[in-house]
């Protein structure tokens, strides 16, 4: 279920000795989700530099094609083409570490302390901030998965949508271009 959709627990209700361990149980959740953000991003990380790496190999391999007579348009154009999915997916990546502020576990004694009567009044108020917490952190969570595997969709096709425009051009640059810079 969406963390946008879910419905609010009413921690009014939750009895007082459980109280305690509900407030536990949260922060580890809330923790566990700063330890997935951490590691997605260095996931991520590793890839903007894999996939940035890989961009520059491409175009470094690009640069003696421009110089060579006859051009192989085809062959720079279908470079060029994997050359800008790669760095499309670095930057897909990159974008990916750039998840928001993220909640860490804890409390701000002074925003805790007012209207708090007891100890279990003062746990279901943390209670409902965690929630709220943890929700955030999800919602982030999960954008920062979906631009990773869109970047990951931009890495797979890199290779075939160049070779794909490599034999597009390759059929029809003399029909386009002439012959001089066809082959």
């Known amino acids: 279920m969406d963390a946008r959709t879910e419905e609010k627990p009413n921690f009014s209700r939750v009895p007082a000795e459980a109280v305690k361990e509900l407030h536990r149980q949260g922060e580890l959740c809330l923790q566990g989700s700063l330890h997935l953000a951490m590691a997605s991003d260095q996931r991520a990380t590793t890839m903007v530099g894999v996939l940035g790496a ?7 391999m690009l640069v003696p094609l421009l110089a060579a007579k006859p051009l192989s348009l085809p062959l720079v154009c279908g470079g060029a083409v994997i050359a800008l999915f790669l760095f499309t997916a670095a930057m897909l990546c990159g974008w990916s570490t750039a998840s928001g502020s993220l909640f860490v576990p804890g409390h701000d004694p002074g925003r805790l302390a007012r209207g708090a009567v007891d100890e279990t009044q003062l746990l ?56 001089a810079v066809a082959g």
């Open 124 to 179: 279901r108020s943390a209670l409902e901030d965690l929630q709220a917490r943890i929700d955030h952190n999800r919602l982030a969570l999960q954008q920062a998965s979906r631009r990773l595997m869109c970047a990951r969709v931009f890495a797979i096709l890199a290779v075939p949508a160049g070779l794909a425009a490599y034999l597009f051009l390759l059929q029809g640059a003399d029909r386009f271009f002439g012959p």
């Open 54 to 60: 890989a961009t520059v190999a491409v175009l470094a």
